[in-house]
Each structure stands twice: as structure tokens, then as C-alpha cells.
């Protein structure tokens, strides 16, 4: 179990580690949160989930990438299906209420187009057999390399912007593959005045920080008992096949509130802890998060980037 322990926060500091350099609002949120006095530091932010996307073809996908954090100590749970974005989602709880929870989407290829399924297997196919079978699970600095390497070769701008025409997703995935796509801050823990999403929502909006308004800027379950909100993904300069350099979707910040369940609402703010909160997630809010990638959003950024100017 120590083993397991030291792999699974080994793997987990390697995904934020990255993840903090590729994605800017990590820092500005904490660093507004601090000046804020909402925290004293980064640490004492409860991340709430993180999310992987995947390609569902039979080396890769779901099944393969799974293996990685069941043998870590997680568990699998409920299923999703988007079926507009044509894609399946799994979410995992975790050893122990300290760690995040895990949600991971896969994209059905076969439920594109002929052209589109021949284009993205040109690139996974050069995967030949499951790579988690292969990896020594019980080594963080080999797993943490392996979620951060080149799967398939470099796409070129060419296939990305077809790929993107048809699925953005599916070019998030060509380009950015384990990359981690967020991270997410439970709100509903910090100091009173900013513990619910509209309050966190405006002091995000005080400093600046652009939100994914896709159904709102807000994304609430039908029973009311998990509210989430996002940024709008960062802007990388990604470089393609034959030196091209364009600018893409990378990964963005998410917040989340969950409500205390009504049979523990009688409990003192003291007493409450992760268990009498609203578990799990909603295809609804989860649909409208995936967007936070999308053109449609990531296009108001660049616009209040150049305003600024």
C-alpha cells in the first residue's frame, strides 16, 4: 500500500507539474486567491478532479487507460454518454478522499465518418498494442513519462484542421493526447463569501479570468447539488509536422461546488466532509465543460486578449 501511495502522488505531481507550466491560469487563479486572502497557499486548494481524453480505438482508449490508476488504487464508477460529441465517460473514485477524483472520456471513432475514422487511425495505429500493458505501474517516473510522451507520430496542420472541422475534440486528442486536460478547485470548501460558484464565479471575473459560458456560465445538475463553471482553455503555440507553429486549444482550470446532501444538512460546517457532499457527476454540466476547448470558446478569449492590447 505504501508502494501504491508513493506511485500514485509521484504520478499525480508530475501530471500538475506539467500541467501549471502549459496553463497559466493555474497560477493566476491561485496567486489572486492568495492576494484575495481566500488562501494562505496553493496547497490548501482541494482539487476536486482531473480529467484525461482519450480515442476509443481497441489498443488505446478507456480500457487501456484505465489500467493505469485501477492499479493505483481507484474505482471505477458511472458511465456517460455524449452523444452529440459521440463520446463514452467513465469517472473514478479514489483510494482516499484526499486524492481527486478521475474522469475520463473516450472519443467513438467508429461513429464518424469513413474519412475521418481513416485519418485518425493513420496516427493511432501506429500504437500496436496496448501500452499500459507494457509499463511497469508501480514505477510514478515511468508512468508519469509515459503520460507525457508522443504516442503517434507529430499530425500535420493539415489533418488537425480537418480533424477539427468534424470533431474538436478529436483534434484536442491528435495533438494533446494524455496531456492532463484540467484540474479542478472545490469551491464550496474555501472561506464564506467565496464557497459557492456565483460568488467564486465573480471574483474569477474581478480579476480577469475569462469563463466558458456554454449553457451558461454556470452548469448545474438537474437535482441542484453540483454547480461547475471553467475558464476558457489557454491558447498554445503548437508546432506541427514540418516545423509549422499554430495556435491551438491546450487545457484550462475548472471549479466545482457540491452541496451537502440533504440527510447531512443538520451537520455543523466543521463536521461536514467529503462523503455527505453531492458524489459523482452529470452529463449535462459535463457536456457543456467539454466546450471549454472549442473554438466557439476559446475565439472570446483570443478577442479579450487582443482588446487588451
Do not use: C
Amino acid at each position: 500500500m505504501e508502494t501504491q501511495t508513493a506511485t500514485l502522488e509521484y504520478v499525480l505531481n508530475g501530471l500538475m507539474r506539467r500541467y501549471r507550466e502549459r496553463v497559466p491560469d493555474v497560477q493566476k487563479v491561485s496567486d489572486a486567491m492568495i492576494t484575495e486572502g481566500i488562501i494562505t497557499n496553493a496547497s490548501e486548494i482541494e482539487n476536486d478532479h482531473i480529467a484525461f481524453r482519450t480515442m476509443g480505438v481497441p489498443q488505446l482508449g478507456i480500457k487501456s487507460f484505465e489500467k493505469i490508476f485501477l492499479h493505483l488504487g481507484y474505482q471505477k464508477r458511472d458511465y456517460f454518454y455524449f452523444e452529440g460529441k459521440k463520446l463514452d465517460a467513465y469517472w473514478f473514485s479514489p483510494p482516499k478522499p484526499e486524492y481527486p477524483r478521475i474522469f475520463v472520456s473516450e472519443l467513438r471513432v467508429n461513429d464518424l465518418p469513413q474519412h475521418i475514422q481513416t485519418l485518425i487511425t493513420s496516427y493511432t495505429d501506429e500504437v500496436k498494442t496496448d501500452p499500459a500493458d507494457s509499463l511497469d505501474l508501480n514505477d510514478g517516473a515511468a508512468v508519469d513519462e509515459f503520460l507525457h510522451r508522443a504516442l503517434w507520430r507529430v499530425p500535420t496542420w493539415e489533418d488537425y484542421s480537418t480533424l477539427l472541422k468534424e470533431s474538436e475534440y478529436a483534434a484536442w486528442v491528435i495533438y494533446n493526447r494524455y496531456y492532463l486536460n484540467h484540474y479542478t478547485i472545490s469551491v464550496h470548501n474555501l472561506k464564506e463569501g467565496y464557497n459557492t460558484i456565483q460568488e467564486f464565479n465573480a471574483f474569477l471575473e474581478k480579476t480577469g479570468i475569462k469563463l466558458n459560458d456554454a449553457g451558461g456560465k454556470i452548469k448545474v445538475s438537474p437535482d441542484g447539488g453540483l454547480l461547475q463553471s471553467s475558464t476558457v482553455a489557454e491558447i498554445i503555440d503548437a508546432t506541427f509536422a514540418g516545423g509549422e507553429t499554430h495556435p491551438i486549444s491546450g487545457s484550462y482550470v475548472e471549479f466545482a461546488e457540491r452541496k451537502v446532501l440533504p440527510q447531512f444538512r443538520h451537520l455543523k460546517p466543521s463536521e461536514i466532509k467529503r462523503e455527505h457532499r453531492r458524489e459523482g457527476f452529470e452529463t449535462g454540466n459535463a457536456d457543456k465543460i467539454f466546450e471549454s476547448t472549442f473554438t466557439s470558446q476559446t475565439v472570446k478569449r483570443k478577442e479579450r486578449v487582443e482588446v487588451g492590447k
